[in-house]
């Protein structure tokens, strides 16, 4: 059992995994978290880095920093997304490794699986195929730091493994419009529409592809549960490269979208708007190997929905004006 006493970094603190990690290991009884602000620390930066691991020398780190964002965002700043994921991976996971850190846990995300993997998707479907293209830049920066954290677990026994999180939504979410995921751009949306009296609401694509959607805090629970109890070689030792987090079930992206317009409250009509890509049709994780460990998520769709907008409610409109994490 981690002692409480542990001092653990969580790189990314003040985005919406990384203060859902806060809060979850706050209220699990850890003291002493390290949780600079990216303005403190630059991720992207080797020698920030080695400063810091080399000053604040800390036991555990959590990797939840990383450039994300919608469908239209990774598409757009395709440099971006893999230049700044890359170097974040590397320049922690690196220090992690010169600076002796017991355990290193590494987050990404559903969309390192290829375009056309067999549902659900097993930790096995890893490269196994072509990725989808709206995501790829950020795709392949993930699978860098799933094979970052395996590779110095082979050569140097590091204690370093990766969780893969299906699509999330929680508090602390970008509500930006352009650059956002699908939950928190449709909240917004239908709430706008209903405060003017709109008589429709425009989504992207063909509201035909599926998602699996989980609420950050579950998220923040199986990291700590993880934590606790797998190691890398439970991992690396059993052919596979990291484990899968996610809640089991799919929506289409249609069903998601009435869900949300029934607990905003609005009254008016749904459009589709079918310039806008619809990505990967399908990305559903098998979340066997989790469960078996004992780990569940606890929250449904619709009441995460309800809290989220509630959520929303309290802080907009700086939640409307938030960057990406
Ligand atoms: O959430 P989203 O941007 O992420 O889009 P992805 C999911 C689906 O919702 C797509 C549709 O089919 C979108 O076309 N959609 C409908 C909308 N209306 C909207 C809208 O107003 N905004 C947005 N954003 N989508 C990202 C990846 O893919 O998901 C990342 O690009 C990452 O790499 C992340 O893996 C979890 O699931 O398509």
């Known amino acids: 059992m981690t002692s409480f006493d542990k001092k653990i970094f969580i790189a990314g603190a003040n985005g919406m995994v990384g203060s859902s990690v806060k809060r979850c290991f706050e209220s699990a009884g850890f003291t002493d978290l390290l949780t600079p602000s990216s303005n403190a620390l630059d991720l992207t930066d080797q020698k920030s880095v080695d400063e810091f691991f080399a000053h604040a020398e800390p036991e555990i780190v959590i990797i939840a920093a990383a450039k994300v964002g919608g469908i239209l965002a990774n598409n757009t700043y395709r440099a971006d997304f893999i230049y700044q994921n890359l170097m974040i991976e590397a320049n922690v996971i690196n220090a992690a490794f010169k600076s002796g850190v017991e355990k290193l846990v590494l987050l990404g995300s559903s969309c390192i699986y290829p375009k056309l993997a067999v549902q659900p998707m097993r930790e096995e479907e890893l490269l196994s195929g072509y990725l989808e293209f709206t995501n790829e830049p950020y795709a392949i920066a993930k699978i860098a730091g799933i094979k970052l954290c395996e590779s110095y677990y082979r050569q140097h026994g590091c204690n370093f493994y990766s969780l893969m999180p299906t699509n999330l939504y929680g508090p602390n979410d970008n509500f930006d419009l352009e650059t956002s995921h699908v939950i928190p751009a449709l909240m917004r949306?239908?709430?706008?529409?209903?405060?003017?009296?709109?008589?429709?609401?425009?989504?992207?694509?063909?509201?035909?592809?599926?998602?699996?959607?989980?609420?950050?805090?579950?998220?923040?629970?199986?990291?700590?549960?993880?934590?606790?109890?797998?190691?890398a070689k439970d991992i690396y030792e059993n052919g596979i490269s990291h484990l899968n987090i996610g809640t089991g079930s799919d929506v289409e992206i249609i069903e998601v979208a009435k869900l949300i317009k029934d607990v905003v409250g609005f009254d008016g009509e749904i459009t589709l708007d079918n310039s806008k890509p619809d990505g990967t049709i399908r990305k559903l994780l098998d979340v066997k190997r989790m469960h078996d460990l004992g780990w569940h998520h606890k929250i449904e769709l619709r009441h995460g929905l309800e809290e989220v907008y509630k959520w929303f409610l309290e802080h907009q409109p700086a939640a409307k004006d938030s960057a990406i994490a």
Do not use: N, Q, Y
Request: proline share 2%.
């Open 189 to 231: 949306k239908f709430h706008e529409a209903k405060e003017s009296g709109d008589a429709s609401v425009t989504i992207w694509g063909s509201g035909r592809p599926r998602r699996e959607f989980m609420h950050v805090d579950d998220l923040a629970a199986a990291i700590l549960f993880a934590m606790r109890i797998v190691e």
